[in-house]
């Protein structure tokens, strides 16, 4: 009888630390699928800014890259 009660606990904590252990993972994955939507977000963020980067440097420097070009003196 004192078996069965111990078997009882034991079960009963084994439950108790697997529903633990599946909040855990649930909260785990909402970080990480709110993770990745702010990375997807500012990977977008940085390609247009360095879309425009790129235009303002063609139209400041010009088709060609300015630490190439030789000073007028030479």
């Given at each position: 009888?004192e078996q ?21 993972m ?6 990480i699928?709110q993770q990745?939507?702010?990375?997807r ?34």
């Amino acid at each position: 009888m004192e078996q069965n009660i111990e078997l009882i606990r034991r079960v009963d904590e084994l439950e108790t630390r697997l529903a633990f252990h599946e909040d855990t993972m649930a909260q785990l994955n909402d970080v990480i699928a709110q993770q990745d939507a702010e990375i997807r977000a500012l990977k977008a963020q940085f390609e247009e800014v360095l879309a425009r980067y790129q235009d303002i440097a063609l139209q400041v420097f010009g088709d060609g890259d300015a630490a190439d070009d030789k000073p007028p003196h030479y």
